[in-house]
Nanobody, 113 residues
Framework: QVQLVESGGGLVQPGGSLRLSCAAS????????LSWYRQFPGKERELVAVATSKGMTRVVDSLKGRFTISRDDAKKTVYLQMNNLRPEDTAIYYC???????WGQGTQVTVSS
């Protein structure tokens, strides 16, 4: 059974940083791309970043310069480093594997003073 488990969310002040982790199990991790999405209340989930199986990474244009995605194949984990956080980054962040259509349970990120 494929599972994705996110961690690292929490409450942070504007300008602060968080690193989210997504630990995968039940799949040959090196073969699969993994993505981060986020969801605002009442909205659809939106793509944040992708780390491919070939080591390529992409962050959506609006978040470039603040967010970075990386992966550690040995630990079967993908990370989302978020810097200079803003209140509008407040959302639930999800890990996703597209081909297997698997989502993690999500982790709440709240940016507030």
């Amino acid at each position: 059974q494929v599972q994705l488990v996110e961690s690292g969310g929490g409450l942070v002040q504007p300008g602060g940083s968080l690193r989210l982790s997504c630990a995968a199990s039940g799949l040959d991790f090196t073969w699969y791309s993994l993505s981060w999405y986020r969801q605002f209340p009442g909205k659809e989930r939106e793509l944040v970043a992708v780390a491919t199986s070939k080591g390529m990474t992409r962050v959506v244009d609006s978040l470039k310069g603040r967010f970075t995605i990386s992966r550690d194949d040995a630990k079967k984990t993908v990370y989302l480093q978020m810097n200079n956080l803003r209140p509008e980054d407040t959302a639930i962040y999800y890990c996703h594997q597209v081909a297997l259509n698997v989502w993690g349970q999500g982790t709440q990120v709240t940016v507030s003073s």
